[in-house]
C-alpha cells in the first residue's frame, strides 16, 4: 500500500491534520485532496474534537508550482507530480468532473473552525487551501503566491474569488497577474493571516489558539462561524438578519442558559458546556 498523504492526530478537544507529501512538497492531488476531506468529514462527525487544524511538515505549507519557484531540477521534477496530474486534463474532463470543485465543497460542509498553520511556502494551491480555512497563524518565513498566471492558466480553487475578498481588488490582482509573492509579514499586514510567529511558535501557538475555540460550546462555535462566513455572501441588512437569527436561536440552547448562569453566579464559575 503507498503512504497516506496525510497524517492525522489529535490532541485533546482539536483534531491535526498534517500534509504527509514531502517529497512533492504537499502538492495537492486527487489523492491527497480525497484523504484530506474524508478526515475532515471524520472530524465534523467526531463529538470529541471541537476544532480542526492543517498544517505542513517542515518543507512547507503545500506549493504547487512552475519551475522558476524550485530551487534546483530535481525539486521541480519531484514537486511537478500534482503539475503533471493537472496538465493530463482536457477542458471536458476538467468540465466534466467539475475538478477541484470537490475541495471547496467539502471546507464549505465543515461547521467546526479550520486553523490553518503555515509553515513555509503556501503556492498555488496551497495558497487557496490555507484560504479555504477560517484563520490562518503563518510562520514568519511563510511566503504566499498564485503563480497559476505563469503556467498559462489561472486559480482555479478559489483562488480569484477569495484573494480580493481578504485583501483587496488591487493587491490581489498585482498576485494573481504578475505571480509574484508576498511574506508572511505582508500577509499579515493585508489582512490574510490573523498573526505571524516564529517558525518554531507558530504550531503550538495556534494549537492553544484551537484548544480554546474547542473548549467553548460546539453548536455556538458553529453558529458564529456560519454567521461570519455569511457576512462575505450576503449584503448588511440580509447580513445583519441572518445574524440576528442564529443569535435568536442560541437561546433555545441548554448551552446558553448554562452560560449565564455560570456568569452571574455568585461566586462566578466555569461554564459547563453539554454542547446541546
Known amino acids: 500500500m503507498s503512504e497516506s498523504t496525510i497524517i492525522v492526530e489529535h490532541s485533546e478537544r482539536v483534531g491535526i491534520i498534517k500534509l504527509n507529501r514531502p517529497r512533492a512538497y504537499n502538492a495537492l492531488s486527487g489523492t491527497l ?6 478526515a475532515l468529514r471524520s472530524f465534523e462527525s467526531d463529538p470529541s474534537v471541537g476544532a480542526i487544524i492543517l498544517t505542513g511538515n517542515e518543507k512547507g505549507f503545500c506549493w504547487s508550482a512552475p519551475k522558476p519557484f524550485y530551487t534546483n531540477q530535481s525539486d521541480y521534477l519531484a514537486a511537478g507530480a500534482d ?20 475541495l471547496n465543497d467539502g471546507f464549505f460542509a465543515i461547521h467546526k473552525p479550520i486553523i490553518g498553520v503555515i509553515n513555509g511556502i503556501a503556492l498555488g494551491g ?40 481578504a485583501i483587496g481588488k488591487s493587491k490581489a490582482m498585482h498576485m494573481i497577474l504578475t505571480g509574484e509573492m508576498i511574506s508572511a509579514k505582508e500577509a499579515e499586514a493585508a489582512g490574510l493571516v490573523a498573526k505571524v510567529l516564529p517558525t518554531e511558535q507558530v504550531f503550538s501557538a495556534a494549537l492553544k489558539t484551537a484548544s480554546k475555540i474547542a473548549s467553548f460550546s460546539a453548536p455556538i ?56
Open 33 to 38: 485532496i480525497n484523504e484530506l476531506l474524508d
Open 126 to 165: 496551497g495558497c487557496e487551501l490555507a484560504m479555504m480555512c477560517d484563520i490562518l497563524y503563518a510562520a514568519e518565513t511563510a511566503t504566499f503566491g498564485q503563480p497559476e498566471i505563469t503556467l498559462g492558466t489561472i486559480p482555479g480553487a478559489g483562488g480569484t474569488q477569495r484573494l480580493i475578498r
Open 221 to 276: 462555535v458553529a453558529m458564529a462561524k456560519e454567521a461570519v462566513n455569511e457576512a462575505e455572501e450576503l449584503g448588511l441588512k440580509n447580513g445583519l438578519r441572518f445574524e440576528s437569527r442564529l443569535y435568536h436561536a442560541t437561546f433555545g440552547l441548554e448551552d446558553h442558559a448554562e452560560g449565564f448562569q455560570a456568569f452571574l453566579a455568585k461566586p462566578k464559575r466555569a461554564a459547563q458546556w453539554t454542547h446541546k
Open 83 to 102: 503539475i503533471k496530474e493537472q496538465s493530463e486534463l482536457s477542458f471536458v474532463n476538467a468540465y466534466n468532473q467539475d475538478y477541484l470543485k470537490n
